[in-house]
RNA sequence: GCCUCCUUAGCUCAGUGGUAGAGCAGCUCACUUGUAAUGAGCAGGUCAUCCGUUCAAAUCGGAUAGGGGGCUCCA
């Protein structure tokens, strides 16, 4: 047998020409797939004079992307061994899992998910080998004319990699045989690969749920059956991800609401419109209040404008051209109609505003400008309808009634990225008041195909944006194309308690308005300017930023936003005139504090506490009442007794007026 | 909007053709115990709504409304 030089992760190492990466690799289990010359291979790969090998272990981002893949192969063949009849989409790993869209006779029930995944277990266990096969596109096509999706892949595969999906793409079609114990293959898919050596590598899986999903992503086209399914290197590392989704479903935002009564959407309002509850408006108020208090110092000015406009203006504004299906219906006010039912004066339609800023511009033309009052920077906390498909409605987080916290900063072009640069850095640290800590940035830039406006003005706001982003020292994501076609903005992505992104805040350059609305200042030197036009909001809803600290403090807001900041409870029921004196004084401090004087015994008072999970319980019994004390106990069961009413009170204000979590 | 699942007491849920059940919450009474559930009793539902099938419907079928999970969308 010959011998073949090649590198082997790193090291220079002479090995027989039949050897295979899955051999160099045989003893660490670990490794699943490799790297040759710098491509994502299969083990089984054939290698060459000078090759460079790199192994992939299983729990690298690389490996589990194939671990997944693999798996979704893996269920694609349980699918069609239990339901023959079923034809193949397609199926690409993704974050923490995997998806295959199927289009089967029937739609598939959570029972079939359970036949699928046995079915899956026995192939897993049967350690079929995942063998690469090179084909033509004439071959490929006679031996998938049962499989019409994949046929219609294999069209689209254009030159040079094209449309390169998991399926096709690359300068070669491949399709992969699962080997059974005797060699032979027992089921093929279209398949770029790689894959790992085969099905007994898969450690742990588990299928998730069924959903519907158009064949290649678009409402024009068939829908298919997407079944999702989750893969890890280890069964801990399942465990450990569907703990996580457990402790997801316990902070969801809309769980909570209910729980602690702080929101509801009744039925009788309509979809995506919530009511606020006392509970929640105190939250609300303090979060509003705050931020408030903060542009207020940062040099805003407020203003308030109705909810309801004549088409007119969203005429002007344009929106009505663009948006108007995802806007209420117009209201026609004083049509006057002759007998016959025609129309003998013709009404007004109102509209409900869908956003702010169309009033913002007619406020800055509600006289002449000057340079000298800019930047103009107008504030509203202002309610916006929009009419959501019902399909996209989620809680308080994506509701068809919302209140943004919207301003709009009028500047001259030579103020934009002095006023970017601040702003950027009064969003961020906003939002860290709020308790976000951990965040990046985005950056969406021009479509050249779907903007308007001069390409100078785009590469200057762009390069603004760029470096108000980069002067933050956070990670900055570029989102090529993706901006608005009216301006290039910056999003600020937070990451929440577990890890989850949100995207908050968003500062957005316009050149579009101030044209539509002919905005002007005069300049300094008489002329007449058009200015720059900020959007921002830092909330974007203050619904959404509602749902999404909620969900971010699992319900157990900081003392600042806490409906109930501190509660009373009496050891007996003869403790209970001394503690209201005591939540007098709180009170007095500006405390929101109470007292639970119900019949329960006070292990029950405080289990409902923690239940609502109230920052600060004061419990007093015979001790604490002779000392003129209270004791503590804290959300996390801690307690500090013989606690002076005094110090209590003062260790309460500090910890709210810190805005600090306890 | 599309696919799919769901809707029974204030909340969480049992109940698959023979005219409704539990726990918690609520109310009443008794009890008063130093850090996560005291006990007893009472009350509470035209089984989301409407239409149909059936001798008989919470249960089967359809429509509507609302909700969940996805897809598409998010100015």
């Known amino acids: 047998m010959s011998q073949i030089a090649i590198t082997v992760d790193g090291q220079p190492q002479s090995v027989a020409a039949d050897q295979r990466p899955t051999h160099l690799f045989a003893e660490n289990k670990e490794i699943v797939v490799c790297k040759i010359n710098g491509v994502l291979r299969d083990l089984w790969t054939d290698l060459s004079e000078g090759d460079v090998v790199e192994s992939v272990s299983i729990s690298s981002p690389e490996g589990l992307a194939v671990l997944r893949h693999s798996t979704a192969h893996v269920m694609a063949q349980a699918v069609q061994q239990v339901f023959a009849q079923t034809r193949l989409g397609i199926g690409p790993p993704i974050t923490d899992g995997f998806y295959?869209?199927?289009?089967?006779?029937?739609?598939?029930?959570?029972?079939?998910?359970?036949?699928?995944?046995?079915?899956?277990?026995?192939?897993?266990?049967?350690?079929?080998?995942?063998?690469?096969?090179?084909?033509?596109?004439?071959?490929?096509?006679?031996?998938?004319?049962?499989?019409?999706?994949?046929?219609?892949?294999?069209?689209?595969?254009?030159?040079?990699?094209?449309?390169?999906?998991?399926?096709?793409?690359?300068?070669?079609?491949?399709?992969?045989?699962?080997?059974?114990?005797?060699?032979?293959?027992?089921?093929?898919?279209?398949?770029r690969g790689p894959h790992l050596p085969s099905t007994k590598h898969i450690p742990a899986f588990k299928l998730m749920r069924t959903a519907g999903a158009y064949w290649r992503g678009s409402e024009k086209n068939p829908m298919l059956q997407r079944i999702y399914g989750t893969a890890w290197p280890s069964q801990d590392e399942l465990n450990a991800y569907l703990e996580l989704l457990a402790e997801a479903e316990k902070r969801d935002h809309r769980r909570l609401g209910q729980e602690l009564d702080l929101f509801s959407f009744p039925e009788e309002i309509g979809s995506g419109l919530a009511v606020f509850h006392p509970k929640g408006g105190i939250i609300r108020r303090a979060m509003e209040d705050y931020s408030r208090k903060r542009h207020e110092d940062?040099?805003?000015?407020?203003?308030?404008?109705?909810?309801?406009?004549?088409?007119?203006?969203?005429?002007?504004?344009?929106?009505?051209?663009?948006?108007?299906?995802?806007?209420?219906?117009?209201?026609?006010?004083?049509?006057?109609?002759?007998?016959?039912?025609?129309?003998?004066?013709?009404?007004?339609?109102?509209?409900?505003?869908?956003?702010?800023?169309?009033?913002?511009?007619?406020?800055?033309?509600?006289?002449?400008?000057?340079?000298?009052?800019?930047?103009?920077?107008?504030?509203?906390?202002?309610?916006?309808?929009?009419?959501?498909?019902?399909?996209?409605?989620?809680?308080?987080?994506?509701?068809?009634?919302?209140?943004?916290?919207?301003?709009?900063?009028?500047?001259?072009?030579?103020?934009?990225?002095?006023?970017?640069?601040?702003?950027?850095?009064?969003?961020?640290?906003?939002?860290?008041?709020?308790?976000?800590?951990?965040?990046?940035?985005?950056?969406?830039?021009?479509?050249?195909?779907?903007?308007?406006?001069?390409?100078?003005?785009?590469?200057?706001?762009?390069?603004?944006?760029?470096?108000?982003?980069?002067?933050?020292?956070?990670?900055?994501?570029?989102?090529?194309?993706?901006?608005?076609?009216?301006?290039?903005?910056?999003?600020?992505?937070?990451?929440?308690?577990?890890?989850?992104t949100w995207q908050m805040s968003t500062i957005q350059v316009d050149f579009q308005l101030p044209q539509r609305f002919e905005l002007e200042y005069a300049a300094a030197d008489g002329s007449r300017q058009r200015p720059v036009m900020i959007h921002r909001a830092l909330f974007g809803s203050i619904e959404r930023f509602f749902g999404v600290l909620t969900e971010h403090y699992s319900g157990a807001f900081p003392p600042w936003l806490a409906p109930?900041?501190?509660?009373?409870?009496?050891?007996?029921?003869?403790?209970?005139?001394?503690?209201?004196?005591?939540?007098?004084?709180l009170k007095a401090a500006g405390i929101r504090a109470?007292?639970?004087?119900?019949?329960?015994?006070?292990?029950?008072?405080?289990?409902?506490?923690q239940m609502q999970k109230i920052p600060f319980m004061l419990i007093a019994g015979e001790e604490d009442m002779k000392a003129g004390a209270v004791s503590f106990r804290y959300r996390n069961g801690d307690q500090k007794n013989g606690v002076p009413i005094k110090d209590a009170i003062a260790e309460i204000s500090q910890a709210v007026s810190d805005r600090v979590q306890v």
């Open 100 to 191: 295959y869209d199927f289009d089967p006779q029937v739609p598939f029930t959570p029972d079939d998910l359970e036949k699928v995944e046995s079915a899956m277990r026995k192939i897993v266990k049967e350690g079929q080998r995942f063998r690469r096969r090179v084909t033509s596109e004439t071959e490929a096509l006679v031996e998938l004319a049962h499989e019409p999706y994949k046929c219609e892949l294999i069209g689209l595969k254009g030159p040079a990699g094209e449309e390169a999906s998991v399926e096709v793409g690359g300068s070669e079609l491949t399709i992969y045989d699962n080997l059974g114990r005797d060699g032979q293959p027992v089921w093929s898919d279209l398949c």
């Open 298 to 500: 940062e040099g805003y000015e407020f203003v308030y404008s109705p909810h309801l406009t004549k088409a007119a203006l969203f005429q002007k504004s344009g929106h009505l051209d663009w948006y108007s299906e995802g806007m209420y219906p117009p209201m026609i006010m004083d049509e006057e109609l002759h007998a016959d039912g025609t129309i003998k004066r013709p009404g007004q339609q109102y509209y409900m505003k869908p956003m702010n800023c169309p009033f913002h511009n007619l406020i800055f033309q509600s006289r002449g400008r000057s340079y000298r009052e800019l930047p103009l920077r107008l504030f509203e906390f202002g309610t916006v309808y929009r009419y959501e498909k019902s399909g996209v409605l989620h809680g308080i987080t994506r509701a068809r009634g919302f209140t943004q916290d919207d301003a709009h900063i009028y500047c001259t072009k030579d103020q934009m990225p002095g006023e970017l640069d601040s702003l950027l850095t009064f969003v961020l640290n906003l939002l860290r008041d709020y308790g976000l800590e951990d965040f990046y940035l985005e950056l969406s830039t021009r479509n050249p195909e779907k903007s308007v406006g001069a390409d100078e003005d785009w590469e200057e706001a762009t390069e603004a944006l760029r470096k108000a982003a980069l002067a933050q020292n956070l990670e900055l994501v570029l989102d090529e194309g993706g901006a608005a076609f009216y301006g290039p903005k910056i999003s600020v992505q937070a990451k929440d308690a577990i890890g989850r």
């Open 564 to 585: 109930v900041q501190a509660i009373a409870i009496p050891v007996a029921d003869v403790y209970t005139d001394y503690l209201i004196d005591v939540v007098k004084q």
């Open 594 to 609: 109470d007292i639970d004087a119900s019949d329960d015994r006070m292990q029950k008072k405080v289990r409902n506490a």
